[in-house]
């Protein structure tokens, strides 16, 4: 059974960091690409970004709301998925999702906010 | 960036009844391999999105059949045959063929 458990939420200052992770299992993680999705309270869901596996150079994409401030890696021999979250803003108060490639699994997500 | 339009954005329906939610996209989601990269998700409260359908037809194991998709060029849409209790929540499209990867803004189905 695919198992992804979002961790490292919590509330934190404007301009601050924070690292979420996304720990795995059931599946062979160094094969798939992985994405963050969130949702702000009671809004719709965006789209933040993907890395591909080490297969496919392990490349990242960005939304453009969050490029040059997020950065996603991945540590295949942890099973493991990172979000690194800097210069934080308001607006990225959301519920933080991760999800294995193909959208069917997601994790339950963690929630960030970011105020002062 | 790929615009997903869904309507309506607030679906009351009665038990028992059809259903139908529609996704229009701006563009084309045919992929260079061929194939439309385009799911629907379900968003029961207070839980974590699930995939219904991709690839605009194709319904993940588990899913009722009374769940469908289908398209029409750059229109697509979600119908539910007969809506059950358990139906109720919020229903996005997504498109995963272009870059950024893009959501409609979510249809809410209640009963009425």
């Known amino acids: 059974e695919v198992q992804l458990v979002e961790s490292g939420g919590g509330v934190v200052q404007p301009g601050r960091s924070l690292r979420l992770s996304c720990t795995t299992s059931?599946?062979?993680?160094?094969?798939?690409?992985m994405s963050w999705v969130r949702q702000a309270p009671g809004k719709g869901l965006e789209w933040v970004g993907f890395?591909?596996?080490?297969?496919?150079?392990?490349?990242?994409d960005y939304a453009a709301s969050v490029k040059g401030r997020f950065t996603i890696s991945r540590d295949d021999s942890k099973s493991i998925a990172y979000l690194q979250m800097d210069s934080l803003k308001t607006e990225d108060t959301a519920v933080y999702y991760c999800?294995?490639?193909?959208?069917?699994?997601w994790g339950q997500g963690t929630l960030v906010t970011v105020s002062s | 960036d790929v615009v997903l339009t869904q309507s309506p954005l607030s679906l009351p329906v009665t038990l028992g009844q059809p259903a139908s939610i529609s996704c229009r996209s701006s563009?084309?989601?045919?992929?260079?391999?061929?194939?439309?990269?385009l799911n629907w998700f379900q968003q029961r409260p207070g839980q974590s999105p699930r995939r219904l359908i991709y690839?605009?037809?194709n319904r993940d194991s588990g899913v009722p059949d009374r769940f469908s998709g289908s398209e029409s060029g750059t229109d697509f849409t979600l119908k539910i045959s007969r809506v059950e209790a358990e139906d109720v929540g919020v229903y996005y499209c997504?498109?995963?063929?272009?870059?950024?990867?893009?959501f409609g803004q979510g249809t809410k189905v209640e009963i009425k």
């Open positions: 890395i591909r596996s080490k297969a496919y150079g392990g490349t990242t």
């Open positions: 059931g599946f062979t993680f160094g094969d798939y690409a």
């Open positions: 563009q084309s989601l045919v992929h260079s391999d061929g194939n439309t990269y």
């Open positions: 999800i294995k490639e193909g959208f069917k699994d």
């Open positions: 997504m498109q995963g063929t272009h870059w950024p990867r893009t």
């Open positions: 690839k605009v037809s």
